[in-house]
């Protein structure tokens, strides 16, 4: 009964800034990574942020370093992701996701992540 819920997502003008929060239920949240992934229409998933379960440690996608800050909070079973200046290029479908990782700092693979939430959108539009 691992579970992950998305929260935050909606419309903002670019320029503008969202937290996008990921609640988790059923494990401990100190034992998994939890990453960040997204997709936009008629595109591929693309890992946008991870959180490892050991100190904190951080790991951001090279392109998107600089505007965002993923952040972990282990008493309220919920991790963070700060997006500011968000541009019409970020408008995606977020998805968080954890993994009982070995790799410190955590790794952008998708496919090292058991347990996925269900999105929430994104929309950066004048």
């Known amino acids: 009964q691992l579970q992950l819920v998305e929260s935050g997502g909606g419309l903002v003008q670019p320029g503008g800034s969202l937290r996008l929060s990921c609640a988790t239920s059923?494990?401990?949240?100190?034992?998994?990574?939890i990453g960040w992934f997204r997709q936009a229409p008629g595109k591929g998933r693309e890992g946008v942020s991870c959180?490892?379960?050991?100190?904190?440690?951080?790991n951001y996608a090279d392109s998107l370093k600089g505007r965002l800050t993923i952040s972990r909070s282990d008493t309220k079973n919920a991790v963070y992701l700060q997006m500011d200046n968000l541009e019409p290029e970020d408008t995606a479908v977020y998805y968080c996701?954890?993994?009982?990782?070995?790799?410190?700092?955590?790794?952008?693979?998708?496919?090292?992540?058991?347990?996925w939430g269900q999105g929430t959108q994104v929309t950066v539009s004048s």
């Open positions: 059923g494990f401990t949240l100190d034992d998994y990574a």
């Open positions: 996701a954890a993994g009982a990782l070995l790799f410190s700092p955590c790794i952008l693979v998708d496919n090292s992540y058991d347990y």
């Open positions: 959180i490892s379960e050991s100190e904190g440690n951080t």
